[in-house]
């Protein structure tokens, strides 16, 4: 059964850093998301995407954030200059048949 | 606002007994009801998930769910735990669109079940 992958599964980095979270969709989805959940909390929505672009955003995701589908089968993640409040699991999904299909997820760990 | 409540944060029970965890949406529109359940170590996974139809509805492991419009609830039960059923569940919707966009799941914030052997 096909399913979503995500590279690394464990990042630390210091702060200040840029990271790149990378993913795989399902090949033939076209909607693509990212979430995370901060330790003992809630999944909270990031960003979708949809044809090349981003269809909506939280309040979480500001201009330290940014989307992209370099090659039509990645989408990445960048947070450009990481802050310790952003340690957390980063979840990404596919969708396909109005159902979205979750990754294994990436922990972040800002030093 | 658009919000999930899960009532229950952590429930314990012996295998064999029967599980309902509870959980209210606010949104006025139509909505698409998802349980996810998350074992321990590993990813989100669905559990079953309500669009239309039936508001009973029935998902992988002998889990059900029913949809009372009413009350804006969307309940998971199960007659019989196994010690395997262990793990964080959350309720989730989102709102149903009339035409193809990408469309966010908004979460409830789990509730932790743990099952004595």
Redesign the interface.
Known sequence: EPEVTQTPSHQVTQMGQEVILRCVPISNHL???W?RQILG?????LV???NNEI??K?EIFDDQFSVERPDGSNFTLKIRSTKLEDSAMY?C?S?GN????????TRLTVL | AQSVSQHNHHVILSEAASLELGCNYSYGGTV?LFW?VQYPG?????LL?Y?SGDPLVKGIKGFEAEFIKSKFSFNLRKPSVQWSDTAEY?C?WRAQTLYS??????????TRLSIRP
Do not use: M, R, T, W
Not at chain 1, 41 to 45: G, T
């Open positions: 909607y693509f998301y979430y909390q809630k999944v909270e929505f979708s995407f949809y269809s909506e939280s979840f999904a969708e109005n159902e979205q299909f979750f990754g294994p997820g | 698409n996810y590993q990813h989100l996974q669905l998930k669009f959350f989730a966009s990408a469309s966010k799941i908004i979460f409830g914030s789990g």
